[in-house]
């Protein structure tokens, strides 16, 4: 056996299994391209599910990062750090944010900001104890915990994992008038993705956020948007609220926030939502550790210093537009915002894992999402030959 078979097999034989990755195994990454064990390249269209919006192993992180790594890791927040101030700094500077709290993974800034929202409902809002609600969207993605699978309507993600975490209402995506109806006294908030990532892009109808926007603020419901997937530059924004002229009240933040190198998340909001929390109430032994602010506030900095957020758009679009003039009668719908793209294949097409395989054997990874779907996020520092690139070999996989 080769290596990459050995270690194939060592993973199933010891590893759980709950994941179904594509047989690849990764050993370098530089930019779009990482390289497998047998030294064959490929164009990285996944990027880590929008982690690695900075290109793999971006220098300048690096540097950061192992500066940091040889000065001080982490202090808890038992005492004070010398690169959390400026993390707060940068951040409030770049998102018009008035207070900030770091966390580590995706899943506890979504936690994080539920916990935030329901003491705000009860201390601020007037909620009776308890009856806090929040809305919620089908077939959302947030993460993996109890309290987020709670409100999933996938079955794979929720079922067997009950007794279920009370408090939230789902509604449709993209529909401004559920919405109006699901708020009542005890709605404390609403959380939503921009564009719904892993259901598979799914872009709401234009005005959506906008209504939505004015529903939140005309009952003093929080908007809650979850932009951990498409924030950052992925859409061709630093956040993709910005695409309907919006803001929310509370924003998190995760994955690209630390280009691919560590887990860093953030909550993001004005003083009312996070200032409820006290000391002792919320917390975490890593978050805003002093390694993962200063990796942070490179990463930062390159995603804006470079171009990157232009270069999502320019690209996304060219990207967009190459897709759409693939003919093929296998594809059933072509959509995306920036570099967040998917191809929708008709259900006779038979399931898209084959595809991704298909495109993978031509150097292109990219992942099927919900059976029919191939989503496309390639790191946004992709250049126009390099879509090119991917174009051509896409075409080649569907027609
Ligand atoms: C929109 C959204 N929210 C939350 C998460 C969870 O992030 P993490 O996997 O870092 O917990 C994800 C991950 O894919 C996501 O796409």
Not at 64 to 92: I, K, P
């Amino acid at each position: 056996m080769n290596t990459s078979s050995n270690l194939i097999a060592t993973e199933q034989r010891l590893g759980a299994n709950n994941y179904k990755p594509l047989d690849v195994v990764l050993t370098r990454g530089e930019g779009v391209h990482v390289w497998d064990t047998d030294g064959k390249r490929y164009l990285d269209c996944l990027s880590a599910y929008s982690a690695v919006n900075q290109g793999h192993c971006h220098p300048k992180i690096l540097a950061a990062m192992v500066e940091q790594a040889g000065r001080l890791t982490l202090t808890s927040r038992a005492f004070r750090n010398d690169q959390l101030a400026y993390l707060y700094e940068e951040l409030a500077a770049l998102t018009g944010s008035h207070k900030i709290l770091p966390m580590n993974s995706g899943a506890e800034a979504v936690e994080t900001a539920i916990k935030a929202v329901r003491k705000w409902g009860y201390e601020v809002k007037g909620v009776p104890e308890g009856q806090a609600e929040i809305i919620v969207c089908a077939n959302n993605f947030h993460g993996r915990t109890l309290s987020i699978i709670s409100f999933s309507t996938d079955p794979d993600a929720r079922t067997g994992f009950g007794p279920y975490t009370p408090g939230f209402r789902v509604i449709p995506f993209g529909d401004a008038e559920a919405f109006a109806a699901a708020i009542n006294a005890n709605t404390v908030a609403a959380l939503i993705e921009p564009i719904q990532g892993e259901a598979g892009v799914i872009i709401p109808p234009a005005g959506y956020f906008t209504r939505v926007r004015e529903l939140c603020t005309a009952n003093n419901v929080t908007l809650i948007l979850d932009e951990i997937q498409t924030g950052l530059g992925r859409t061709g924004k630093l956040l993709a609220e910005e695409h309907e002229g919006i803001e929310a009240d509370v924003t998190l933040i995760g994955k690209a926030l630390s280009g691919g190198f560590y887990p860093v998340s953030a909550v993001l909001s004005n003083s009312e939502v996070l200032g409820v929390l006290k000391p002792g109430q919320h917390g975490s032994t890593f978050g805003g550790n002093p390694l993962a602010c200063a990796v942070a506030r490179a990463a930062l900095k390159v995603l804006t210093e470079e171009g990157m957020i232009e270069n999502a758009e320019t690209m996304g679009d060219y990207f967009l537009d190459g897709l759409r003039s693939i003919r093929s009668n296998i594809v059933k719908d072509v959509r995306g915002r920036g570099l967040m793209l998917a191809v929708e294949l008709e259900p006779e097409a038979g399931g898209a894992r084959q595809y991704c395989y298909a495109l993978k054997d031509r150097g292109l990874l990219a992942k099927d999402t919900h059976d029919h779907t191939i989503r496309f996020a390639p790191p946004l520092v992709i250049t126009r030959e390099q879509v090119d690139w991917a174009i051509s070999q896409i075409e080649r996989t569907i027609t």
